[in-house]
């Protein structure tokens, strides 16, 4: 994980694309990384490790504002070879000092009717939904 943020500062797009997962390689933008390799980089933060998946801020200026890339990155050790592997991300950006901005969650609205445990089984037995299909 650092060493690509390395790249990035240093500007190293061939590392940037071998270090993806081969699968993943097809979606390697390569204009709109160098674009973004031309930021000036401020410093990276490694929020939270958690088996292959990372959490970081990576920070840097572009367009004279100060950025912040959160992201939660998923890496795959190949075992064969013992490298890592980019292998996807969901990540935002804003505005340095502007707090962590998360899409608001939409509510889960059901479809039909909740069916209660000691409601008439959906199937049609005559049991309770609860010894039944529930």
Known sequence: MRSRYTAYVKGHLDYIRK????????????????????????????????GSKVEFVAKYRAHEKMMEHHEVALFRKDEKTQQWYFVDGDAHEHEEGQGHHHP???????????IGRNDPCTCGSGKKFKKCCG
């Open 104 to 114: 608001p969650q939409q509510p889960i609205v059901r479809e039909s009717a909740k």
């Open 19 to 50: 270090t993806m997962a081969p699968e993943k390689r097809r979606e390697f933008d390569e204009a709109s990384v160098r674009e973004w390799m031309d930021s000036e980089w401020l410093g990276l933060e490694v929020v939270k490790v958690q």
